[in-house]
């Protein structure tokens, strides 16, 4: 079992960045980002599957060229970067963790098992 604790939320002008980091207590498993807004489901935003060491990394399409997803193996730190935001970016922030990928659906959130507690992420226009 893993233990994931998110940081780097906060409140942004719309075009601005911030860098969202979540700390595991151990390695070894596939990672991901989903947010959820309120009255919407919890979406996938970004994941690495890390079979056989690839870091392949995924993206939702909305965020695809403003987001960038990587982890730092010795930290166990998991990272977003995310550029240009925008206030439909607005939502809690989630890292998940899973012992399994899947690669067609890594975007729902019943494949991942672990879960952090999320961090708020707020853009204004």
């Known amino acids: 079992q893993v233990q994931l604790v998110e940081s780097g939320g906060g409140s942004v002008q719309a075009g601005g960045s911030l860098r969202l980091s979540c700390a595991a207590s151990?390695?070894?498993?596939?990672m991901g980002w989903f947010r959820q807004a309120p009255g919407n489901e919890r979406e996938g935003v970004a994941a690495?599957?890390?079979?056989?060491?690839?870091?392949?990394?995924y993206y939702t399409d909305s965020v695809k060229g403003r987001f960038t997803i990587s982890q730092d193996n010795a930290k166990k730190t998991l990272y977003l970067q995310m550029n240009s935001l925008k206030p439909e970016d607005t939502a809690q922030y989630y890292c998940?963790?899973?012992?399994?990928?899947?690669?067609?659906?890594?975007?729902?959130?019943?494949?991942?098992?672990?879960w952090g507690q999320g961090t708020q992420v707020t853009v204004s226009s």
């Open positions: 998940a963790a899973a012992t399994a990928f899947s690669r067609g659906y890594w975007y729902e959130s019943k494949w991942w098992s672990y």
């Open positions: 690495i599957s890390n079979s056989r060491g690839s870091g392949t990394s």
């Open positions: 151990a390695s070894g498993y596939h």
